[in-house]
């Protein structure tokens, strides 16, 4: 079955960096475009980034600039590079791939900026 594992959350200052990973299994992982998606308290869940099966990307305008979506195909794992971090940055952020139609999710991996 299809599972996505999210790891590299944590707590950071505003203007740090951190990267999140999110391996996965269970599908033909290089076939398939890959999203990182994030959900603040009392807010709707959002779609930071994106890339596709061959390697091109879109992002949230907010995080243009700073983040840096990218994937290894044999590791078979999606990356989220998160640099000038800011407190409004703070969420959950989740793992997603569309596979036959159907949205799967990780359990998600919490990011906090702040002094």
Known sequence: QVQLVESGGGLVQPGGSLRLSCAASGFTFSSYAMSWYRQAPGKEREL?????STGGTNYLDSVKGRFTI??????????????????????????NVVWFRVHYWGQGTQVTVSS
Do not use: F, G, H, W
């Open 48 to 52: 930071v980034a994106n890339i596709t």
């Open 70 to 95: 990218s994937r290894d195909n044999v590791k078979r794992t999606v990356y989220l590079q998160m640099n000038s971090l800011k407190p409004e940055d703070t969420a959950m952020y989740y793992c």
